[in-house]
């Protein structure tokens, strides 16, 4: 059975910070990996998507990597804003579905 | 750019009632999960539709709970006599026929049980 874990639980830092959140999964034959941020009471919008073929992914600020034999990814928040205040959920896709860790939750203060 | 829309937003009602959340889903996606995120915690699968067909069933949908897609477009589920342990956020989330695809989700039907 999949399982997904993410450290830390959660996170507070000052503005401008470079930031390192950390996901880890139990069984390697996946699909792809996904990042997403939710804001409090609301849905999720996805970040990043890495195939299993693939080590990295970037977008702005944010880069992903995927480790997927030692069951590892990690995602890069460079140069942390308050905006980037929100909870950050890892999802691994082995099975059309996807299964989720609990999530970091950030603060980043000014 | 209509993204997948969820309604209601919030949802109290009373232990044994039965509830219905609706989702629309983003026009050209023709898979649609039901996902459900208790508080602290990350969403749990429930179920996912291909078109109109129902493909897999988690064990956390219990009797109680039913989904429909009746013409594979939008998709209903429900929850008859609710029990305070429902209390959640149901989110639904679409994507493409194309495997492995980016999952787009909705603000989620929030529902509290009294």
């Known amino acids: 059975k999949q399982e997904v874990t993410q450290i830390p639980a959660a996170l507070s830092v000052p503005e401008g910070e470079n930031l390192v959140l950390n996901c880890s999964f139990t069984d390697s034959a996946i699909y792809n990996l996904q990042w997403f941020r939710q804001d409090p009471g609301k849905g999720l919008t996805s970040l990043l998507l890495i195939q299993s073929s693939q080590r990295e992914q970037t977008s702005g600020r944010l880069n992903a990597s995927l480790d997927k034999s030692s069951g590892r990814s990690t995602l890069y928040i460079a140069a942390s804003q308050p905006g980037d205040s929100a909870t950050y959920l890892c999802a691994v896709d082995n099975t059309d579905k996807l299964i989720f860790g609990t999530g970091t939750r950030l603060q980043v203060f000014p | 750019d209509t993204g997948v829309s969820q309604d209601p937003r919030h949802k109290i009602t009373k232990r044994g009632q039965n509830v219905t959340f609706r989702c629309d889903p983003i026009s050209e996606h023709n898979r649609l999960y039901w996902y459900r995120q208790t508080l602290g915690q990350g969403p749990e699968f429930l179920t996912y539709f291909q078109n109109e067909a129902q493909l897999e069933k988690s064990r956390l949908l219990s009797d109680r709970f039913s989904a429909e897609r009746p013409k594979g477009s939008f998709s209903t589920l429900e929850i008859q006599r609710t029990e305070q342990g429902d209390s959640a956020m149901y989110l639904c989330?679409?994507?493409?026929?194309?495997?492995?695809?980016?999952?787009?989700f909705g603000p989620g039907t929030r529902l509290l049980v009294l």
């Open positions: 989330a679409s994507s493409s026929w194309a495997p492995q695809e980016t999952q787009y």
